[in-house]
Structure formats: C-alpha cells, structure tokens
C-alpha cells in the first residue's frame, strides 16, 4: 500500500540558508501534518492542514510557513535556518474519521 | 509543558515475557491515544489506539489499556519478540485527526 512520502531524505544547509521539504500524503487522505523530532527528543506538533486549509497549530517558528495544495501534497518552507533547527522533520497524513496518523520517513535536515 | 509523561526512558525484556509500557497524560480534553513503535531514522509506525469510550483494545499481541480516571494508559504486548525492540511513543489528541501530542517515548529492549 502507498505510504506518505516525504522528500528530500536527507538535506544540508547552512546557516542563514532557506530550505523546502515536501511532503505527499497517502491518497484520500485530506489531513497533512508536520512535526520536528531533535536529537533524544520526543516529536513536537508544528501545523497541520485539512482540506488545504490550516487546520491547527503548534511550535512552529515564524521563519517557518507551510502550505498544502490541491493535490494535498504539503511544503513545509524554513527560511533564516539556524543550527538548532537541525532535525528530523515528519509529515504524517490522515483521513479525518480513521483511526491513526501516518508518518512518513522523515527528512533530517542538517544546519551546519 | 509535556502533557503527555512516559516516565520510564527503557524497558528491558525477555523474549516470550510480556512488555508493559506506561503512559500518562495531564489533559482531561484528551480522548484518543495512540501507540507508534519507532526504528531509528525511520518514522513512527502507528501501532494500535483507543478512544476515550473504551477502557481496552486488542491487536493481535498487542494490548491497550485506559485508565481514564487515573489518566493513564498502558500497552502490553505478549508475547515479547526480539523483533518488538524499538522506541515506543505513546500519543494523545482531542478528537481522531487532530494534532497528536507526543511523550518522549520508551526505548524497549528484547533479549533472546
């Protein structure tokens, strides 16, 4: 079965650099979320969408903007990196109604 | 503020014994739990849930239980395999498709 696919797997950027990860939710599922997992860190919300419209959000920076499309494929936009922002960034999809969300395989993103 | 403790960092059991693992939650809104087991640079995998109209769920070797007056749920699976080693993050919402608060997971480790 198709699973959330998120790209790029991994990316390094640096310091003051802008970055794009993309995220493609499993088919028919209408709701995309984003979460950031530091190092020895559990996952922290950071906004999520629903029918292309943002639906709920978390911790998420101000230099971070994200966006879902028509096709429900999300982009999750980092601009002014810092070094703390490295860290395993997973979008997870869901149909509302079902039970669970389901994560993609992340993108580690390396600020250095 | 972490509204959702998983107080025991690691776990370590026997192959064939059965692994408890704890969770406990401070919101009183929350009425749906999640389990996801997580391999290292992989994303969590979403294991088995539980709405707050039920005390128990069961999945094969898997087991939750919810404990909604103590706020606290747990996840038995028995029989233990050593394939079962992984971190385990147990995660809360308000209502199924909405954003999902995470612990900071428990490392369980199963010994031949």
């Known amino acids: 079965a198709a699973g959330v696919i998120q790209s790029p797997r991994h990316l390094i950027k640096e310091k003051r650099e802008t970055a794009t990860l993309k995220c493609y939710p499993i088919p028919r599922h209408d709701t995309v979320y984003w979460y950031q997992q530091g190092p020895g860190q559990d996952p922290q919300f950071l906004i999520s969408f629903y029918e292309k419209m943002q639906s709920d959000k978390g911790s998420i920076p101000d230099r971070f903007s994200a966006q879902q499309f028509s096709d429900y494929h999300s982009e999750l936009n980092m601009s002014s990196l810092e070094l703390g922002d490295s860290a395993l960034y997973f979008c997870a999809s869901s149909s509302m109604g079902h039970s669970g969300a389901f994560f993609g395989q992340g993108t580690r993103l390396t600020v250095v | 503020?972490?509204?959702?403790?998983?107080?025991?960092?690691?776990?370590?059991?026997?192959?064939?014994?059965?692994?408890?693992?704890?969770?406990?939650?401070?919101?009183?809104?929350?009425?749906?739990?999640?389990?996801?087991?997580?391999?290292?640079?992989?994303?969590?995998?979403?294991?088995?849930?539980?709405?707050?109209?039920?005390?128990?769920?069961?999945?094969?070797?898997?087991?939750?239980?919810?404990?909604?007056?103590?706020?606290?749920?747990?996840?038995?699976?028995?029989?233990?395999?050593?394939?079962?080693?992984?971190?385990?993050?147990?995660?809360?919402?308000?209502?199924?498709?909405?954003?999902?608060?995470?612990g900071k997971g428990t490392s369980l480790l199963v010994t031949p």
């Not at chain 2, 059965?18 to 009425?31: A, E, G, K, P, V």
């Not at chain 2, 996801?36 to 640079?41: D, T």
């Open chain 2, 1 to 102: 503020d972490q509204q959702v403790k998983q107080n025991s960092p690691s776990l370590s059991v026997q192959e064939g014994r059965i692994s408890i693992l704890n969770c406990d939650y401070t919101n009183s809104m929350f009425d749906y739990f999640l389990w996801y087991k997580k391999y290292p640079a992989e994303g969590p995998t979403f294991l088995i849930s539980i709405s707050s109209i039920k005390d128990k769920n069961e999945d094969g070797r898997f087991t939750v239980f919810l404990n909604k007056s103590a706020k606290h749920l747990s996840l038995h699976i028995v029989p233990s395999q050593p394939g079962d080693s992984a971190v385990y993050f147990c995660a809360a919402s308000v209502n199924s498709g909405y954003a999902l608060n995470f």
